[in-house]
């Protein structure tokens, strides 16, 4: 499985990107599917994800992002609204199969004026 990532970018507080991703390499939907993100000196956290049908989100994005889902394309997009310099990092892709995880390669999102 490859998970392929596009989006991304230099934004201004207060402004809007959208991050894509795609499974490719199977023909099976993922138990889970979503949007994580690891900023400089912090651990990678739960940006919005999708466990089965349910949505999950982070409490620091809660309102600002939502997370939408093609089951015939597989992919999953991230629409980001009221960005903020704290939403700055790397944003990862992660699709669970049964027992296994994969990651994309990473977007970096950098929030600065």
């Known amino acids: 499985v490859q998970l392929v990532e596009s989006g991304g970018g230099l934004v201004q507080p207060g402004g809007s990107l959208r991050l894509s991703c795609e499974a490719r390499?199977?023909?099976?939907?993922?138990?889970?599917f979503g949007w994580y993100r690891q900023s400089l000196g912090q651990e990678r956290e739960l940006v919005a994800r999708?466990?089965?049908?349910?949505?999950m989100y982070g409490d620091s994005v809660k309102g600002r992002f939502t997370i939408s889902r093609d089951y015939a394309k597989k992919t999953i997009d991230l629409q980001m609204n009221s960005l903020k310099p704290d939403d700055t990092g790397v944003y990862y892709c992660?699709?669970?199969?049964?027992?296994?995880?994969?990651w994309g390669q990473g977007t970096q999102v950098t929030v600065s004026s």
């Open positions: 992660n699709a669970v199969y049964g027992p296994s995880k994969y």
């Open positions: 390499g199977s023909a099976l939907t993922p138990a889970a």
């Open positions: 999708y466990a089965g049908a349910i949505i």
